[in-house]
């Protein structure tokens, strides 16, 4: 599958987790880094996904240490959360 339809394939699936905070905050957090991913982080982004949504949202809020594989510099930016926007 080229980058494009990855990055099509991965947006549709970061923002259609099932909950609208689980939406906002896996969705805000593929469109605010997404665009600048290389084939490195998409895969990392690839394998996050398929995670439980509970346990994706406690490693970004720090309720919960992510597994060896999701630790670094992506988990870095994905607990920063201040890429998730809210209608006020």
């Not at 290389?38 to 990392?44: F, K, L, S, T």
Request: charged fraction near 30%; hydrophobic fraction near 45%; avoid cysteine.
């Amino acid at each position: 599958m080229d980058r494009d339809a990855r990055l099509k394939r991965l947006r549709f699936r970061a923002w259609h987790r099932g909950t609208k905070e689980a939406d906002l905050l896996i969705g805000g957090f593929f469109d605010a880094e997404g665009a600048g991913w290389g084939d490195e982080e998409i895969a990392w982004f690839e394998a996050l996904i398929e995670e439980q949504d509970v346990d994706i949202m406690a490693w970004a809020i720090g309720t919960a240490a992510p597994p060896q594989a999701y630790r670094g510099a992506m988990m870095g930016r994905l607990q920063r959360v201040d890429y998730i926007r809210h209608s006020k």
